[in-house]
């Protein structure tokens, strides 16, 4: 049996009450979800606030509340876990800046970068970057969510998207370009 069909079969399981199938889930659910988190959060600045084990408990406290999604197979739902946990960052983000809006930090704009690293990545910038995209192609953009947030593999996404392989290849290798079109101003 795969991977993805044995988590969809515990998975749904679980959702109908079996308490054997909830107790064999959720190491792997929570050892997966901790390495979206870990991986999402070494993109953000040094001595961020949120740890990685806050980040799981507030996406799964919000994925508790979706009640009217059909919980389809593993990847759909990292790929909604991932989802989750970026908003959660985002508004982290959004929150701190609102805190700290003119406290005379100096104005630094995208455009004088020589090169963007990583871990400089605007959060809030790559949201809205991502938003604009999504207006484009909501493809290429749900494939930067689950690729980048998500740390999916290609075949991942592409099982998500229902989608050949080459299909969210292309639509990665265009989005990236966009992306950093879009972040250096």
Same mark, same amino acid.
């Given at each position: ?18 308490? +054997? ?32 084990? +806050? ?110 392989? +080459? ?5 990665? +290798? ?12």
């Amino acid at each position: 049996m795969s991977e993805f069909s044995c988590f969809t079969r515990q998975f749904r399981s679980a959702r109908a009450g079996d308490v +054997a199938a909830l107790d064999a889930l959720m190491p792997t659910v929570y050892g997966e979800l901790k390495r979206i988190a870990r991986a999402q959060l070494a993109r953000e600045r040094p001595g961020h606030t949120l740890h990685a084990t +806050a980040l799981v408990h507030e996406a799964y406290l919000r994925l508790l509340g979706v009640e009217s999604v059909d919980w389809s197979d593993r990847a759909w739902f990292m790929g909604l876990a991932a989802t989750m946990m970026r908003r959660i960052l985002i508004n982290h983000a959004r929150d701190r800046l609102a805190d700290k809006r003119g406290a005379g930090a100096a104005h630094v704009e995208l455009s004088e970068a020589k090169q963007v690293d990583v871990a400089d990545i605007d959060v809030i910038g790559l949201h809205e970057a991502l938003d604009a995209l999504a207006v484009l192609d909501p493809r290429q953009a749900r494939v930067v969510e689950l690729k980048y947030f998500a740390g999916m593999e290609l075949a991942e996404i592409a099982h998500v998207l229902d989608v050949s392989t +080459a299909t969210v290849r292309r639509d990665w +290798a265009v989005a990236k370009l966009w992306l950093a079109h879009e972040l250096k101003g």
